[in-house]
Nanobody, 127 residues
Framework: VQLQASGGGLVQAGGSLRLPCAVSGLSLDDYAIGWFRQAPGKKREGVSCMRESDSTTYYADFVKGRFAISRDNAKNTVYLQMDLLKPEDTAVYYC?????????????????????WGKGTLVTVSS
């Protein structure tokens, strides 16, 4: 199983980025998939998670209305569209999958128990 997150970079406040997470070795139909982030000196937090099997999606309050998670089944890739970025969104962003959890608990835990994580991609938002 491999997850590959990419798309990070430097962007000005108010700008946008789209992060893809390409997944191989498993079918996303059976898993919750989520985006998590960790800023320097801070704990990891769940950003957005989804689970196709029960059509559930979760967004953390701090990204509601600004970020959107989506999936391309043909490419087995999940995206995080990030708009109206703020300096406090600066962090390393990771994607992960889990077989057992639903979307909301997976994000709230955050990501506890998941064995499959991608390498992070750094997002830096300048003011």
């Amino acid at each position: 199983v491999q997850l590959q997150a990419s798309g990070g970079g430097l962007v000005q406040a108010g700008g946008s980025l789209r992060l893809p997470c390409a997944v191989s070795g498993l079918s996303l139909d059976d898993y919750a998939i989520g985006w998590f982030r960790q800023a320097p000196g801070k704990k990891r937090e769940g950003v957005s998670c989804m689970r196709e099997s029960d059509s559930t999606t979760y967004y953390a309050d701090f990204v509601k209305g600004r970020f959107a998670i989506s999936r391309d089944n043909a490419k087995n890739t999940v995206y995080l569209q990030m708009d109206l970025l703020k300096p406090e969104d600066t962090a390393v962003y990771y994607c992960a999958v889990d077989l057992a959890w639903g979307a909301e608990p997976f994000c709230r835990l955050p990501g506890y128990g998941s064995d499959h994580w991608g390498k992070g991609t750094l997002v830096t938002v300048s003011s």
